[in-house]
């Protein structure tokens, strides 16, 4: 199954916008990138995901490479609230392998 | 509210007692799997279950047995816990699509003696 490489940590200022980048270089015509991030204490939440076209909602932003072989989530305007794991994860419907990989993950710390 | 039930919350047991957490989502999504999280290790796979009577080991299956019985609810089952199965768990459920979101329950901390 394919997977995910992300920075373990990265650090941003309040209200300035972050970057968060995700390396899936085996990725497969068939996976769908997304991206999901952990509060303290609470379950994973949806954030975004896509395929091959960049996509925007409200929460972020994902920009995906044209080769599909990475992608960044981007967060217009950090919040303290912001502050998280941030898990890139693919998801593969085209074959029988339904497995997901998580991994451990980009920790996102916001300083005031 | 869409949404996905874990219980208990936190569970403390003693090693070699068998136990159920139970997970139920009103979604009516055809995934459902389990994910075990520990300090430094991330979150990983237990087992999913792509639809009822249909179910596979995700990476870390060992001692661990789940049941699909009914579409909402996909219980994991402990035969004989061991310390090392002291963890944060989480179930999560999603259409079988690859663009569908996965919907996460809240988690239970189970701590084995």
């Known amino acids: 199954d394919a997977k995910t490489t992300q920075p373990n940590s990265m650090e941003s200022n309040e209200e300035e916008p972050v970057h968060l980048p995700c390396n899936h270089s085996?990725?497969?015509?068939?996976?769908?990138i997304h991206w999901y991030r952990q509060l303290p204490s609470q379950g994973p939440e949806y954030v975004i995901h896509?395929?091959?076209s960049n996509v925007n909602n409200r929460m972020a932003s994902l920009a995906i490479a044209e080769d599909r072989k990475s992608s960044t989530l981007i967060l217009h305007r950090a919040t303290l609230r912001d502050a998280a794991v941030y898990y890139c994860?693919?998801?593969?419907?085209?074959?029988?392998?339904?497995?997901?990989?998580f991994g451990k993950g980009t920790l996102l710390t916001v300083n005031p | 509210e869409a949404q996905v039930t874990q219980n208990p919350r936190y569970l403390i047991t003693v090693t070699g007692k068998k136990l159920t957490v139970t997970c139920s989502q009103n979604?009516?999504?055809?995934?459902m799997s389990w994910y075990r999280q520990d300090p430094g290790l991330g979150l990983r796979q237990i087992y999913y279950?792509?639809?009822?009577?249909?179910?596979d080991k995700g990476d870390v299956p060992e001692g661990y047995k789940v049941s699909r019985k009914e579409k909402r609810n996909f219980p994991l089952i402990l035969e004989s816990p061991s310390p090392n199965q002291t963890s944060l768990y989480f179930c999560a459920s999603s259409l079988s699509t690859g663009r569908s979101p996965l919907h996460f329950g809240n988690g239970t901390r189970l701590t084995v003696t």
């Open positions: 085996t990725i497969s015509g068939t996976d769908y």
């Open positions: 896509g395929l091959t």
């Open positions: 279950s792509m639809n009822v009577e249909v179910t």
């Open positions: 994860i693919l998801r593969d419907w085209g074959g029988s392998n339904y497995k997901l990989t």
């Open positions: 979604m009516n999504h055809e995934y």
